[in-house]
């Protein structure tokens, strides 16, 4: 099993629409999760972190974290053609043995079509 | 300049040579991480370093490999006798590290893509 995994992509969804993105984790000593926008040739940027259980919402974008369910996801509304990329789902177990070192998934290939 | 500065950003070498990378952190960020990505795969974590100690290192690193960050500041990452199987992006990352039990991620340079021949 993965440390970290994705959904399998590619997402495709039309502009306008809500992109839903997901990953589980296996740690449940994992206490900092992170979604990173990723653009093709580019490195990852950081666009939301999110600690504690429930919604943590920033513009478009909206994390969620169930810590029982070891589930974290991501939803983008009114996606727009930018937004197509690759998203890529971080976890920290910041306190552990690997204090501070972020486990990535495979990542998630979202397009948004006109 | 305020972000990771990595360099060179793009390198070809024969198989059999040896490259060296540079990364130079956030100044104010004590830890360094290096990490290599492949096409269709999220960043693999190489190792890593809290100002000039290197506190981690994957099992999956041979001994090929070897990192350094003298006095804290910038790092190298050098590969020796690079093979085919090397090729790929060699993102070099900094954080603050975790500050009252919360992780504040990583801010990622723009990578090295070695392409091995």
């Known amino acids: 099993q993965k440390e970290v995994e994705q959904n399998s992509g590619p997402l495709s969804v039309p502009e306008g629409a809500i992109a839903s993105l997901n990953c589980t984790y296996s740690d449940r000593g994992s206490q900092s999760f992170f979604w990173y926008r990723q653009y093709s040739g580019k490195s990852p940027e950081l666009i939301m972190f999110?600690?504690?259980?429930g919604d943590k919402e920033d513009g478009r974008f909206t994390a969620q974290l169930n810590k029982a369910s070891q589930y974290v996801s991501l939803l983008i509304r009114d996606s727009q053609p930018s937004d197509s990329a690759t998203y890529l789902c971080a976890v920290s177990n910041a306190g552990g043995t690997s204090y501070g070192k972020l486990t990535f998934g495979q990542g998630t290939i979202l397009t948004v079509h006109p | 300049d305020t972000g990771v500065s990595q360099n060179p950003r793009h390198k070809i070498t024969k198989r059999g040579q040896n490259v060296t990378f540079r990364c130079d952190p956030i100044s104010e960020h004590n830890r360094l991480y290096w990490y290599r990505q492949t096409l269709g795969q999220g960043p693999e974590f190489l190792t890593y370093f809290q100002n000039e100690a290197q506190l981690e290192k994957s099992r999956l690193l041979s001994d090929r490999f070897s990192a350094e960050r003298p006095k804290g500041s910038f790092s190298t990452l050098e590969i020796q006798r690079t093979e085919q199987g090397d090729s790929a992006m060699y993102l070099c990352?900094?954080?603050?590290?975790?500050?009252?039990?919360?992780?504040?991620?990583?801010?990622f340079g723009s990578g090295t893509r070695l392409t091995v021949v």
């Open positions: 990352a900094s954080s603050l590290g975790v500050l009252r039990g919360k992780d504040y991620g990583y801010t």
């Open positions: 999110i600690y504690s259980n």
